[in-house]
């Protein structure tokens, strides 16, 4: 798959929540591996603040974003629905210090995105895969966010507050493609009796019944509300009961769950990468999602490149016959036993290291280890695969070594070993010669890499 930026650009107007501004913010497309950022173009060199966890700053009723003295925040609506969309690469210019609330959904940049389309770019789209279940809990709060492996990119959420209106909920999102009939318009929510503490920290200047869920679940003096109304420069309203005040009512019954998880979607956004794996979250929060995903970006800040997924008992892509009718190399010179990922750009190759191999005898008696230039040679191979499989005629030609660079061995590789080639093109072939990027796993650790230039000749 390959990245996404807009087709276009598109602007928006609105409210800010907190501030009460009048905000505008253009969303622009980006070039390959921008990721998303924020201009602030009402600062002085217009600023840029990159929306990746490692700028996260504050976390009151909101996601905050800051390099230096550079402030923006209530990102997380804009960013669930670039995440939503598969967009990859945007930077979305700002007037103010927050993001405009709008309805309080991410229905209008769901709409907007729609509307632009989307423009699909060279550079591969670089997920990042969860292999091993990982979480992080808050014991105070009682708040979890736990990822499992998975082939997709899923959230659950359940949410649970001390209120007899809104008890227990849970929302589920199996899919991205179902963001829009399924979140996007799902409404920010604030308690009636948490406005006046708000207001007095400096928060929600501009919420109102339109731009927010107001819940009533505890009966407050008729002079109370009437006071609420005017700090909040609404007309005064006589509530009888208990429930949600909002002249719309709600979308769905579960309609703060489903918000709650478009604000883990939009803050799991700054991990940098899109995820491939499937995320439950308990009494989700702002502050507990922004150390969940703080986690995992301090993983993939460390990760330079992820081992391939590898089962063994799925069936390969080319076995070692159909390598044999690509590849003139045989015994003892044959180093790939099978291909598990064939596209046009990249190839993953196995080679199942044992202590039969015929170069043990002398390197060494006492230690086999596998020669490092046998673990080059061994990804050539998997990038023979990748140029010659695509030829009409492959068995009449053969790649050559034109040239090695930046060879680094990292680790032994020894008998025993299930050695992962991992081999992509770095740029068109062009005149017959491949530019190719090669790493050697072993489990999830890379062994070897370099980068190679080979020849695609015909055979005489």
Same mark, same amino acid.
């Given at each position: 798959?390959? +990245? ?10 609105? @409210? ?16 390959e ?20 966890? #490692?700028?996260i700053v504050?976390?009151?009723?909101g996601?905050?974003l ?16 670039l995440y ?36 699909? +770019? ?10 091993q ?7 105070e709060t ?13 959230? +659950? ?18 899919d991205?493609?179902? $963001?829009k009939?399924?979140?996007?318009s799902?409404?920010? $929510? ?11 920290n400096?928060?929600i200047?501009g919420?109102?019944?339109d ?20 700090l909040?420069k ?13 002249? @719309? ?19 799991l ?15 989700p ?7 969940f ?14 081992s391939?997924v ?6 390969p ?39 039969n191999?015929? $170069? ?6 006492q230690?086999p ?7 080059? #040679?061994?990804?050539? +191979?998997?990038?023979?695969?990748l140029?010659?499989n ?7 030609y053969?790649?050559?070594f ?6 680094k061995?990292?680790? @032994? ?21 491949a ?9 999830? @650790? ?15």
């Open positions: 798959m390959n +990245q996404l930026t807009l087709n276009a650009p598109f602007t928006v107007t609105g @409210k800010g929540l907190h501030s009460g501004l009048e905000i505008t913010a253009t969303f622009q497309p980006a070039k591996n921008t990721g998303y950022r924020f201009r602030r173009i009402d600062l002085e060199g217009a600023p840029e603040i990159p929306a990746l966890a #490692e700028n504050d976390t009151t009723r996601t905050v800051g390099v230096n003295d550079v402030r923006v925040s209530t990102v997380e609506h804009a960013l669930a629905a939503a969309a598969g967009i990859d690469n945007c930077i979305i210019e700002v007037n103010a210090p927050e993001m405009p609330i709008l309805d309080g959904s991410a229905i209008i940049y769901v709409e907007k995105i729609e509307e632009v389309g989307l423009k699909e +770019q060279d550079a591969d789209k670089d997920f990042y895969i969860i292999k279940k990982q979480r992080i809990k808050d014991d009682g708040s979890m966010i736990t990822v499992y492996p998975d082939d997709n990119f899923s959230v +659950q959420t359940m949410v649970e507050y001390n209120s007899p209106i809104l008890p227990n909920q849970f929302a589920s999102l199996d991205l493609s179902d $963001f009939q399924e979140v996007a799902a409404r920010t $929510f604030v308690f009636v009796r948490e406005i006046e503490q708000l207001l007095d400096g928060l200047k919420g109102d019944l731009n927010a869920i107001v819940i009533y679940d505890q009966t407050i003096e008729q002079d109370k509300i009437n006071h609420l109304c005017d909040m609404v007309p005064h309203m006589h509530i009888d009961k208990l429930g949600y005040i909002n002249p @719309k009512p709600l979308k769905w019954d579960n309609e703060p769950a489903r918000h709650k998880l478009m604000d883990v979607i939009g803050d956004a700054l991990i940098g990468r899109p995820l491939k794996g499937r995320v439950v979250a308990v009494r929060g702002h502050t507990i999602n922004s150390k995903t703080k986690m995992l970006r301090k993983e993939v800040r460390h990760t330079e490149i992820q391939p590898y089962d063994p008992n799925q069936a892509l080319i076995d070692v016959n159909g390598i044999r009718s690509l590849l003139p190399h045989r015994y003892p010179f044959l180093l790939i036993d099978k291909i598990i990922e064939l596209d046009r750009k990249h190839c993953v190759a196995v080679k199942n290291v044992t202590v191999e015929p $170069f043990f005898q002398g390197h060494f008696p230690e280890v596998m020669p490092g230039v046998l673990q080059v #040679e061994a990804m050539a +191979q998997a990038a023979g695969v140029v010659l695509f030829l009409e005629e492959p068995e009449k053969s790649t050559y034109l040239k090695i660079d930046n060879v061995f990292r680790q @032994k590789v020894v008998p025993g070993n299930t050695l992962l080639l991992n081999v992509s093109l770095m740029t068109p072939i062009r005149r017959g010669c530019v190719v990027k090669g790493y050697a796993f072993v489990g999830e @650790k890379i062994v070897c890499e370099a980068e190679f230039m080979a020849q695609i000749i015909k055979n005489k």
